[in-house]
């Protein structure tokens, strides 16, 4: 397997949009500044494909469409929110079969001040997909956990999403072995990065690095998946 790491796509543009609008969030300022956020998006788009292209290298499962595909809008929806900032002061994009609304676990990249990061997994599933997980964990838990509590996984991601139910879910018994992954809500991980990280020539290896590190979680998810949802 080669991975190719050659290509420097800029991202201080994109960096210094996110920071600059997180200060001049309202819509004349943007309006007076749309082809700055353009050339931001475009960058981070550029990024977005060649970093896809590697990850389907590494994970042959995931095929990559078009940049659009994965990256979320800039526009909140404000409608039931007390903060009425009409845009979002970050860039994301989960890359995932389907799509940046897939329901299969992927890989998620956020560049934000202050609150960047690379991760990924399965977030708050809807019903099936997540009695569907459950059900894997309940006969595979140790095939999890050998994964989760791997070194070199525990090393790039620490921690788990802490967002777990305080008792064991219904139709699983409370007393088993995988009580405590059952309880989970959410299968997701996330590995803090700093601005300098981002706008170094090797940001585009770190986030190759870490979405490999994160494949076999998502290998389980999402064959737990697919094995289970009809």
Not at 59 to 82: E, L
Not at 139 to 154: A, M, P, Q, R
Not at 209 to 224: C, H, I, V, Y
């Amino acid at each position: 397997m080669k991975l190719y790491f050659m290509k420097n796509i800029e991202l201080k543009r994109v960096f210094d949009f996110i920071e600059t609008i997180e200060k001049n969030n309202n819509r004349e300022w943007y309006t007076g500044n749309k082809s700055f956020y353009l050339d931001a998006k475009n960058d981070f788009e550029e990024f977005l494909e060649f970093i896809a292209n590697q990850l389907e290298i590494i994970d042959p499962n995931f095929h990559f469409t078009k940049a659009k595909d994965y990256t979320f809008r800039i526009y909140r929806d404000v409608r039931f929110s007390k903060n009425k900032a009409p845009y979002k002061n970050h860039f994301g994009a989960f890359l995932a079969n389907g799509g940046r609304k897939s329901p299969m676990a992927g890989y998620y990249l956020h560049l934000e001040p202050g609150a960047s990061f690379i991760g990924g997994g399965v977030y708050r599933p809807d019903k099936d997909y997540l009695k569907a997980i459950r059900q894997e964990m309940y006969y595979s838990y140790k095939d999890y956990e050998k994964i989760v509590l791997n070194d070199e996984f525990n090393k790039y991601f620490p921690t788990l999403m802490p967002d777990k139910l305080k008792t064991g879910p219904r139709d699983f018994p409370k007393n088993c072995d995988a009580i405590e992954w059952l309880k989970y809500k959410s299968f997701a991980v996330g590995h803090s990065i700093s601005k300098e990280e981002i706008v170094s020539a090797n940001f585009a290896k770190e986030v190759i690095n870490g979405f490999s590190t994160l494949k076999p979680m998502n290998d389980f998810l999402n064959n737990a998946i697919l094995e289970n949802v009809k």
